[in-house]
């Protein structure tokens, strides 16, 4: 695993690979096509159209939108799966069920750390660096409409103040049956070829003045600035592939 910025200093590696495109465009958080990731606060996932419309893998789907609407609808969606063939027939969510799309990053390594140096104890070094952390998140969160998080990296060396909007009504488009979804288990989930359609459709709504609202009927689909474009034409033997997304976490170079 590897930041998007870290990329240009491996850019002998990922040209062997394959890689043909434009290595600098491709490490930018908020260029194409990283610029169409999100995050479910949990699982990753993309936008795949202009209206708000989002891939990502049938588990995170599970909970909040398939048992949730089970539950409303009295059907049995882990059996027939679930398909919307209109905006109005899309199921909301359970409440809590978030999209969150990164607007900010910022290096705030300096005013993370300040006055850290001169602490008495690891404990009083803990105290300071959080009461730092606090101060950064209460100013960047502007509105209700965003989140803000200060995220350590490699072990404390440098920090990072991510500002995420926070889609609050995400609603269900698709997903396949649990003998698709979760065809395999764990076992054939970290096997290639794959088998199972581990993948399902939600749609992202705001209001109609594109503020971020709870679910209501008024509202209206997300125009994401940015999407993928699904290619019909699929992969081939010696293409490149990387995939793009927000792991929960990664030791890599704490490992011996």
């Not at 993370?112 to 803990?126: F, H, I, W």
């Not at 350590?152 to 396949?176: C, H, N």
Request: hydrophobic letters at 35%.
């Amino acid at each position: 695993m590897w930041e998007p910025s870290q990329l240009p200093n491996i850019e002998k590696d990922i040209r062997a690979a394959g890689f043909k495109g434009n290595i600098k465009k491709f490490s930018d958080l908020f260029e194409h096509p990283l610029s169409a990731m999100v995050s479910l606060g949990g699982c990753s996932a993309a936008f795949i159209s202009d209206s708000g419309l989002i891939a990502t893998n049938y588990h995170c789907v599970e909970g909040s939108y398939l048992q949730f609407n089970a539950k409303r609808m009295e059907e049995d969606l882990f059996k027939t799966g679930f398909l919307a063939r209109s905006l109005d027939e899309e199921a909301p969510s359970a409440p809590g069920a978030r999209v969150y799309i990164t607007k900010e990053s910022t290096n705030v390594t300096a005013a993370v750390l300040e006055g850290a140096s001169q602490a008495k104890s690891e404990n009083d070094r803990y105290k300071i660096i959080q009461s730092n952390r606090k101060e950064l998140i209460k100013g960047c969160e502007t509105s209700e409409e965003f989140q803000c998080e200060v995220r350590s990296f490699y072990s404390g060396e440098t920090y990072q103040l991510i500002k995420k909007m926070i889609i609050k009504d995400v609603r269900l488009v698709y997903a396949p049956p649990q003998s698709i979804g979760e065809y395999g288990g764990e076992v054939d989930n970290w096997m290639y070829p794959r088998h199972t359609g581990d993948f399902a459709l939600l749609r992202a709504y705001v209001s109609p003045e594109n503020e971020s609202k709870e679910y209501t009927e008024n509202n209206v689909p997300y125009k994401s600035e940015d999407f993928l474009k699904v290619s019909k034409k699929g992969v081939k033997e010696g293409d490149f592939v990387m995939i793009a997304g927000y792991p929960g976490r990664n030791n890599i170079y704490t490992q011996k």
